[in-house]
């Protein structure tokens, strides 16, 4: 059975930092990465690291979201700096497995407020 866990969510005060941490298991993965889905809105590109060390982000990114981690070893971190309310969402780790199924975690909630 397939299985990606998120963790390090929480909340945290605007212009604070955040660390998110995804663990899989289950399957070899492509690549893996993070989204993003606030209440009424579509769900979001983060970012995506590839087994071969490429990085994609998100067009909204702007630099305060790094993408981490070790595709061979299904572990990957999201450090996100400069949060504001706008990010307030559940953040999804996904991984591609070799055979080009995706897979999805549960998601874990970030709110950002005073």
């Known amino acids: 059975q397939v299985q990606l866990v998120e963790s390090g969510g929480g909340l945290v005060q605007p212009g604070g930092s955040l660390r998110l941490s995804c663990v899989g298991s289950?399957?070899?993965?492509?690549?893996m990465g993070w989204y993003r889905q606030a209440p009424g809105k579509a769900r979001e590109l983060l970012a995506t690291?590839?087994?071969?060390?490429?990085?994609n982000y998100g067009d909204f990114v702007k630099g305060r979201f790094t993408i981490s981690g070790d595709i061979a070893k299904n572990t990957i971190h999201l450090q996100m700096n400069s949060l504001n309310s706008e990010d307030t969402a559940v953040y999804y780790c996904?991984?591609?497995?070799?055979?080009?199924?995706?897979?999805w975690g549960q998601g874990t909630q970030v709110t950002v407020s005073s």
């Open positions: 996904a991984g591609e497995s070799i055979w080009f199924t995706q897979f």
């Open positions: 690291l590839s087994n071969r060390g490429n990085i």
């Open positions: 289950g399957s070899t993965f492509r690549n």
